[in-house]
Every structure is written in structure tokens, then in C-alpha cells.
């Protein structure tokens, strides 16, 4: 499943480090970036790159909450509902976002456009209530924002990821 | 009373990112002052005198910190904590996004202070646009000679990597930080050994935040004693206070340390119109919530432990009248369940078993012992957890329910059978098959 470039990053990138394994969480962030989310096969074949049992990768993806090992939209909405956005009134937009969706929070649209994330903080409390719409912070929002927000949503790569193929080292 | 703008002089301008206007503005001077003309021991020495505390939570003297290091190791390494996670703490996407070199040079000068050849950053994995900002500083920042094989001609090496996390806030806790570095997940390590000892890949490391490495610039180009200067006699120099909720204007906000929470709350505008202030945290989530009464109370380490809570991260969490304590426990107890790692059984089910009771009551299927029974759970959760997570957890709930008791007693009396019901059982507990009766059982006495 993952091209031979894509696996030639995840071996360089392993070089940067004096240990390998440290390459994995960046190399399985590559991985989702490409693929959508990180079914098992994709999963294996991480392994056999770091000469790792399957079983220890998939402990990573189940630990960190921005691996996915089940299909997820192309475009990731991360609701903010600590606190700050609390208190601000995150929890009616997270309503009023998924009745416009069609879907319950962490759900998925039937076309595979949209997941909602509900969140805890974002890091962006200046900017309460906020999304994190695939890799932008947006906020403050008011529900009349939504639609917009979608929309422009619709117009990026989507499939988020800190670390892409080529940017890094 | 204006801002005191040190760290945050250079934020509003959208070109300080590029390098040669960072450079243009003073960065990288405090390396040429330092790199190869003061002993790596003096940098330490200046930032001990200073009396800089880390300002990722904990306020541990940062020079301190450092003189850990064993003497006669070949191999250290430096680790920025950038995996801001901590409710309402805002501060560090701030530095990182809109003045990337002011860390850069700080991790420079800190790396030669503890003779690291390479060093990290831990990006939390949601700061997509600060992780590819910072990745271009760097690439600059080699490009410029700042970074790299010998320095400036100084004969010091470095490279610095920014890593990315994947979405666990217990990462921020310096040792899980060093197992999710290393690969595996982020559960926190037992101390001792102290990561200055036995950190990354077993080497000496030191984890500093990324606003304490920010201040090492200023403390190298001003000395110690210019540092001292502002603030109190313990909690010296600047501090980013970070305002959120019910004001008119949330944001970052640079004064001293000691300033008055009512000051900064003025910067940020005051509450919100025609709402008057309930109860504050004043830094972040994992400390005891103060109330009105503490309005004017210093903003710094010692004042705020002498109430009986914590800096923190010094963010201030604003709530008005407007707010439900229950609403307000409930989901912070949440926050801290869906972040236990599970490591530790205190913590894992102790959360949990919270929840569950703030939701019964939540739900007005409360009933007075249940109470009671928070109280008892928070407090041996904080008492016997692994890691300090759940010693954050408790807190924020016991103190709003200190202060606040009439509001949760409100919910209970609104279930009409609370007087009869005894205490519900939180978790099923352990029923001995053999004599249907639990945890006592005379087969072990024998």
C-alpha cells in the first residue's frame, strides 16, 4: 500500500535519529498523510521498515488520538470542548456542526468528506470557541460561520499531518 | 498599567518569522556573545543568577535544573517541551508561530550551556502551522551558519530536530515526553532517575519548555541581575499570562511576575458586559480555582502557593456568574479521563469513577454521600497516582466544590428520592465467588 517514496522517507528519516524507532510516530503521520488513515497492512508494513513486531506499532496508533486505524473523512474538524471553549459556547456549535452534517460527534459523513473531532484544548483559547479545520486554527466562530467554514474546508488537501513527505530534515 | 514586552516585543509583526528580519530586530546576538567566548559553565552560571524558573508548570530553578547534568558525559541531550496541551495554556503556539528564531537561539545558548551536539523539539501534533514554521527557522537558521557544524567559527556543533506528537496531552509530563520521543507511548517513567541523569535513550537530557529557553536570550544578552529586576524576590522577570473565557478580550498578556490579577485582567479588557467575575483558575486547569475575594492577588509562584493553588502555566481561566461549577467540574474531570494514559490504576479508574458520579449528579440522580465519595476518590487518586496527571486532577474539582457547595447540593435536591438512596456503587466491586460477600473473606485468614 505505501509507495516505495513514501518508504524511502520513512528509511531516511530514520537516519536523522540515533535511534530508529524514534522515526515511527513522524513515519506513521507520513503514512496517514497519504494513505487516509492507517489500516493494518499499512500498519505491517511501518513495522517491517523498523524491524518491529506489527504489535508494537498498532499500540502506538491505539495510544496517540490523531492515528486512525478505521477510514476517517478527508477533511478533520477538531471541536474544541475544554474549558475555555466551554464557557464560550462550544457545545451548541459542536450540536449545530453535526445536525448540519448529519452525524453524531467523532462521526463520519456518508460521502467521506467530514469527520468532527470533539477535542480537548486546542491550544487557541484566545480564539474560543474554535476548529481546528484540517491543519488551520479557525475561531472565534459563530454558527452563521458554518457553512462558510465548510466550504473552505472543501477546497484543501485535507488528511492533516504535522510532518509531510519532503519537508522534513 | 502597559505590558512589559520582552518575550512578546516582536510578536505583532508578521515578517519576524523571516529570519533576516528576526535578525534585523537583535536575534542571534546573545550566540555571538556567548558561542566560543564564554565557558558553556558561565551561561549556566548567568541563568542560576538570574533565578529563571521553568514556566512550563512546575517553576523549578532552571540553572538548577541543568547543574543535574553528570559531569563526565560525552553525550546529552536538550529536548524543548513544545507539546502545549494544559487547558486554557495558549503561550507557546504564540512564541513558536510568530517568533520561531527567539527559541531557536534560546535552545542554542541552552545546548551550549549543557554541551548537547543535538537537541529536540517535542511539537505538539495539533500545531500543524507551528510545527512547518519551526521547521524552516532551523532550515534558515543553518543556512545562516547559526546552526550546524561549528558555529559562528566558535568550534560548537549543533542540529536540532522538531518531532512531532500525536495527540496525548500526558506527553507534556517530561518522561512520557522521552518514551513518545523515542518511539513507544507517552506513559510517564519513574523518577529517579531524573531525566538529567537517565533521559533520552538512558543519556543525561534536559526537557525545558519552550518559554523558559525563550528567556535564556534576554538573560544572556541583559545579564542576571537586569532578569532579577522585574518580578518578585522568588518568582523573577517576566511571565506570559494567557487570559481566557469570560473576558472581552482573551490573549497573551507580558507583565512582571507579582503583578495583580486585576491588572491583567484589565489588559484583557475585563469581563464580559454586564457579568461580574465568579471564580477564576489561575494557571490552567490543574490547580485550585480561586474567587472574586483573591482579585487582586500577585500573580506569582509564592502567592499563589500561599492560596493554597498554583502558576502553573500562569493561565487564567476566567469564569463569570454566569457559570455552572457542576458543568465546570464535570467536564474538566472528563478532560482528565480521556487523558489518563492507563498506566496507573489510581488515575486510569479514579477519573473514571468521577465522571461518572459528576454525571449521576449532572443528571439529578445524585445523593449527598456521593459527595463524599468525589472527595474520598480525589483524594487518594492524587495521593497514590504514578505521575503528577491525577495529582492535577483533583483540584479543580475539590475546590469548586469547597467553594462552591451550594451549587452541587442544588442538583441533588433536585432528585426527589436523594434523602433514601444510599451512596450507588461507583465500579462493580469485587464479589467473592465462593462466599457472595466482598472483600472480606475468612479464607484468608487460614
Same mark, same amino acid.
Given at each position: 500500500m505505501l509507495s516505495e517514496e513514501i518508504k524511502n522517507t520513512i528509511l531516511d528519516l530514520q537516519k536523522r535519529?540515533?535511534?530508529?524507532?524514534?522515526?515511527l510516530i513522524p513515519s506513521l503521520h507520513i503514512a496517514q498523510h497519504e494513505v487516509g488513515y492507517l489500516p493494518e497492512e499499512v500498519q505491517k508494513e511501518i513495522a517491517d521498515l523498523f524491524e518491529l513486531p506489527t504489535t508494537e506499532v498498532m499500540a502506538i496508533v491505539a495510544f496517540?488520538?490523531?492515528?486512525?486505524?478505521k477510514p476517517v473523512g478527508k477533511h478533520h474538524i477538531h471541536v474544541c470542548k475544554n474549558i475555555s471553549c466551554m464557557l464560550r459556547g462550544c457545545d451548541s456549535l459542536l450540536q449545530k456542526l453535526c445536525h448540519k452534517l448529519d452525524i453524531e460527534p467523532g462521526g463520519t459523513t456518508n460521502d467521506g468528506e467530514f469527520t468532527v473531532i470533539p477535542s480537548?484544548?486546542?491550544?487557541a483559547c484566545d480564539r474560543?470557541?474554535?476548529?481546528?479545520?484540517d491543519d488551520e486554527v479557525v475561531g472565534?466562530?459563530?454558527?452563521?460561520d458554518l457553512d462558510a467554514i465548510l466550504q473552505q474546508a472543501k477546497k484543501g488537501h485535507g488528511h492533516p499531518s504535522p510532518v509531510k513527505r519532503g519537508q522534513h530534515g | 498599567m502597559d505590558e512589559t514586552r520582552? $518575550?512578546?516585543? *516582536?510578536?505583532?509583526?508578521?515578517?519576524?518569522?523571516n529570519i533576516d528580519t528576526a535578525i534585523s530586530k537583535g536575534a542571534y546576538k546573545a550566540i555571538e556573545k556567548a558561542l566560543?567566548?564564554?565557558?558553556p559553565q558561565e551561561v549556566t552560571d548567568i541563568v542560576t543568577n538570574s533565578g529563571l524558573r521553568g514556566?512550563?508548570?512546575?517553576?523549578?530553578v532552571t540553572g538548577k535544573k541543568w547543574g543535574?547534568?553528570?559531569?563526565?558525559?560525552?553525550i546529552r541531550y536538550l529536548v524543548c517541551?513544545?507539546?502545549?496541551?494544559?487547558?486554557?495554556?495558549f503561550k507557546d503556539r504564540l512564541l513558536v508561530e510568530k517568533d520561531p528564531h527567539l527559541l531557536i537561539e534560546g535552545m542554542i545558548l541552552a545546548s551550549y550551556a549543557i554541551k548537547s551536539r543535538l537537541s529536540f523539539i517535542y511539537c505538539r501534533g495539533e500545531y500543524f502551522q507551528a510545527f512547518t514554521i519551526l521547521q524552516k527557522a532551523i532550515d534558515d537558521a543553518k543556512a545562516k551558519g547559526? $546552526?550546524?557544524? *561549528?558555529i559562528l567559527g566558535s568550534g560548537y556543533s549543533l542540529d536540532i530536530i522538531v518531532h512531532p506528537g500525536a495527540?496525548?496531552?500526558?506527553?507534556?509530563e517530561e518522561t512520557a515526553q522521552l518514551n513518545s520521543l523515542e518511539g513507544y507511548r507517552a506513559t510517564p517513567r519513574l523518577k529517579p532517575p531524573f531525566p538529567a541523569v537517565?533521559?533520552?535513550?538512558?543519556k543525561p537530557t534536559i526537557v525545558n519548555n519552550v518559554e523558559t529557553l525563550c528567556n535564556v536570550v534576554s538573560i544572556v544578552n541583559n545579564g542576571a541581575e537586569w532578569f532579577r529586576s522585574r518580578g518578585t524576590e522568588k518568582s523573577a522577570g517576566t511571565k506570559i499570562f494567557q487570559v481566557s473565557g469570560h473576558v472581552q478580550r482573551p490573549g497573551c498578556f507580558e507583565f512582571?511576575?507579582?503583578?495583580p490579577l486585576s491588572m491583567i485582567l484589565e489588559a484583557a479588557g475585563?469581563?464580559?458586559?454586564g457579568r461580574s467575575l465568579?471564580?477564576?483558575?489561575?494557571?490552567?486547569?490543574?490547580c485550585s480555582l480561586l474567587t472574586k475575594?483573591?482579585?487582586?492577588?500577585?500573580?506569582?509562584f509564592e502567592s499563589l502557593e500561599q492560596a493554597k493553588t498554583a502558576l502553573g502555566t500562569a493561565s487564567i481561566i476566567v469564569m463569570d456568574d454566569s457559570t455552572d461549577m457542576v458543568q465546570v467540574a464535570h467536564r474538566l474531570m472528563q478532560f482528565y479521563q480521556n487523558e489518563?494514559?492507563?498506566?496507573?490504576?489510581p488515575c486510569r479508574e479514579g477519573t473514571r469513577w468521577v465522571v461518572q458520579i459528576l454525571e449521576r449528579i449532572k443528571n439529578?440522580?445524585?445523593?449527598?454521600?456521593d459527595l463524599k465519595t468525589i472527595e474520598q476518590v480525589c483524594k487518594s487518586m492524587a495521593e497514590t497516582s504514578f505521575c503528577p496527571l491525577a495529582v492535577g486532577a483533583a483540584p479543580p474539582i475539590l475546590s469548586a466544590m469547597r467553594e462552591f457547595p451550594e451549587e452541587f447540593q442544588k442538583y441533588i435536591d433536585q432528585n426527589p428520592a436523594h434523602e433514601r438512596l444510599?451512596?450507588?456503587?461507583?465500579a462493580y466491586p469485587y464479589i467473592d465467588p465462593v462466599n457472595s460477600s466482598f472483600y472480606v473473606s475468612d479464607r484468608y485468614d487460614r
Open positions: 535519529y540515533p535511534v530508529k524507532r524514534s522515526a496517540y488520538d490523531m492515528f486512525h486505524d480537548e484544548c486546542l491550544g474560543a470557541p474554535m476548529f481546528i479545520v472565534p466562530i459563530k454558527e452563521e | 520582552i $518575550l512578546l516585543a *516582536n510578536v505583532d509583526d508578521p515578517s519576524q518569522i566560543g567566548k564564554m565557558p514556566r512550563g508548570g512546575a517553576g523549578f543535574f547534568l553528570p559531569k563526565d558525559t560525552e517541551n513544545c507539546d502545549e496541551s494544559e487547558p486554557g495554556t547559526f $546552526l550546524g557544524e *561549528n495527540g496525548a496531552y500526558i506527553a507534556g537517565a533521559g533520552l535513550y538512558s512582571p511576575l507579582g503583578t475585563g469581563m464580559l458586559p465568579k471564580a477564576f483558575y489561575p494557571g490552567g486547569s490543574s475575594k483573591h482579585i487582586d492577588i500577585p500573580m506569582d489518563s494514559c492507563g498506566k496507573c490504576t439529578q440522580k445524585g445523593t449527598v454521600p444510599p451512596p450507588m456503587r461507583i
